[in-house]
């Protein structure tokens, strides 16, 4: 099953971690949306703990800090790279 697939099935969950005016010029689908900034102050909105979590932003960067961040919060957490790297499957 491919990544894509696990979250469409609900089994894993999605997260842009970018700037609100990135994430209104377009998502992966079923997408959650924190900008890593306010993740790291500890918003994790609607994150399920018990699924595993893929993080994308623009290239890479930025998710690899979410990514991080969640792991140290006892999340299954992989930075999948940039949008385009999510998209590509």
């Keep these: 099953m491919t990544k894509n697939e696990e979250v469409a099935a609900g089994e894993a969950q999605v997260l842009d971690v970018r700037t609100e005016d990135e994430w209104a010029g377009g998502h992966a689908e079923y997408a959650l949306h924190i900008p890593v900034d306010d993740l790291l102050r500890g918003e994790m909105g609607a994150l399920d ?3 595993k979590v893929y993080t994308y932003c623009a290239a890479g960067g930025r998710a690899g800090r979410a990514a991080k961040y969640l792991r ?3 999340f299954q957490a992989e930075n999948v790279g940039g949008l385009k790297d999510w998209l590509a499957g």
């Design 49 to 51: 703990s018990n699924k």
């Design 72 to 74: 140290e919060h006892g």
